[in-house]
């Protein structure tokens, strides 16, 4: 990273940036070209690591490109604030995002599959306990993503 001063390396930290954000850009690589896509998110630390849940349509572009490898880059950005300054080269842009890679799979498994909804619920609304009709989970396409790699980076 270039601006070092910026950068966050500590995990608590970035955890704690990744449960403001409510979207998460999942990025992957279609014919040579970036194929960018927000999406409702769930994260949870799992045996130290950072791991990402999606849901999506069982078909289209994305599910076809996981399909062919998984490889995956994601962002997050939360805490916005424009700095006026005097000139347009003296305003300054407050943030605070998240980057990383990592591989992403399809969820086949009905208790795993339950566990990833159980995360994008508790990310998006605070509550666990929910519960999810079978239906609903045949229905779904569940993703994990298993992070590789991640740093934060903030300016106040």
């Not at 409510?22 to 992957?28: K, P, S, T, Y």
């Not at 950072?50 to 078909?59: K, L, N, T």
């Not at 399809?106 to 306990?129: F, S, V, W």
Request: hydrophobic share 35%.
């Amino acid at each position: 990273m270039r601006r070092k001063d910026r950068e966050i390396t500590d995990a608590a930290r970035i955890d704690e940036i990744i449960r403001r954000c409510d979207c998460c850009r999942l990025g992957l690589v279609d014919a040579g070209r970036a194929y960018i896509v927000p999406m409702n998110f769930g994260y949870r630390r799992e045996n130290g690591k950072g791991v990402f849940y999606f849901h999506s349509a069982r078909e289209g572009r994305k599910i076809g490109l996981i399909q062919n490898g998984g490889e995956a880059s994601f962002e997050l950005d939360t805490n916005h604030l424009l700095h006026a300054g005097e000139t347009a080269c003296t305003h300054a842009f407050r943030f605070q995002s998240v980057m990383g890679d990592g591989t992403v799979r399809i969820l086949e498994d009905a208790q795993a599959k339950r566990a990833a909804l159980e995360a994008i619920m508790e990310h998006m609304t605070g509550r666990d306990g929910w519960t999810f009709e079978e239906k609903a989970l045949e229905a779904t396409a569940l993703l994990r993503l298993e992070v590789r790699e991640m740093t934060g980076k903030e300016h106040e």
